[in-house]
């Protein structure tokens, strides 16, 4: 069965970067695109772009058009979401999605504070 | 950008109502609208695509209509089970949610 499965939650200071990641299984990882989408704490989804999975290629969102990068380890089915220079309000749960399926990892809880 | 908004933002409602709530696309996009269902601490789960379409095992109490900018979801005899949050996404232009709809039990 399709399965996106993310890391565990994270807890990082300000200026910190950190590098989330999205197994994926049950299916051929190339041959569908991967979404991320973002969730602030008691707040609405963000959609923040997706990455074609075959040739590796990043869409940004407007609003994470900077210090996010998405990117791919193919050999082992996984995607990555990369966020530099952390700030406070990057303080979420971060989603993949393999909108094809509709399937969704389990989201990764981000937690930014000093 | 295309800006999706949700009205209302909240409703209060009893088992067995008729829910309708809204989403309105800030330009036309077609019927490229999607409505997602939340549940506390779960991930969305797709209900409908492409305005009307009902997905895998979705029940039949849910529908979607609409097209250009104005689009619905109707839950017709409101279960418990569906207390949730609820989105609208266009992905005529990039991809948008809107800000959801949260149904609540009296």
């Known amino acids: 069965q399709i399965q996106l499965v993310q890391s565990g939650p994270e807890l990082k200071k300000p200026g910190e970067s950190l590098k989330i990641s999205c197994k994926a299984s049950g299916y051929t990882f190339t041959d569908y695109a991967m979404q991320w989408v973002k969730q602030a704490p008691g707040k609405g989804l963000q959609y923040m772009g997706w990455?074609?999975?075959?040739?590796?290629?990043?869409t940004y969102a407007d609003d994470f058009k900077e210090r996010f990068v998405f990117s791919l380890e193919t050999s082992a089915s996984t995607a990555y979401l990369q966020i530099n220079n952390l700030k406070n309000e990057d303080t979420a749960t971060y989603f993949c999605?393999?909108?094809?399926?509709?399937?969704w990892g389990q989201g990764v809880m981000v937690t930014v504070s000093s | 950008n295309t800006v999706m908004t949700q009205s209302p933002t909240s409703m209060f409602i009893s088992v067995g109502d008729r829910v309708t709530m809204n989403c309105k696309a800030s330009?036309?996009?077609?019927?490229?609208v999607d409505w997602y269902q939340q549940k506390t601490g779960q991930s969305p789960k797709l209900l409908i695509y492409?305005?009307?379409n009902r997905y895998t095992g979705v029940p039949d109490r849910f529908t979607g209509s609409g097209s250009g900018t104005d689009f619905t979801l109707t839950i017709s005899n409101m279960q418990a089970e569906d207390l949730a949050v609820y989105y609208c996404l266009q992905y005529n232009y990039n991809h948008t949610f809107g800000a959801g709809t949260k149904l609540e039990l009296k």
């Open positions: 492409g305005a009307s």
């Open positions: 999605w393999n909108n094809y399926f509709d399937y």
């Open positions: 330009q036309n996009v077609g019927t490229n």
């Open positions: 990455i074609n999975t075959q040739t590796g290629k990043p």
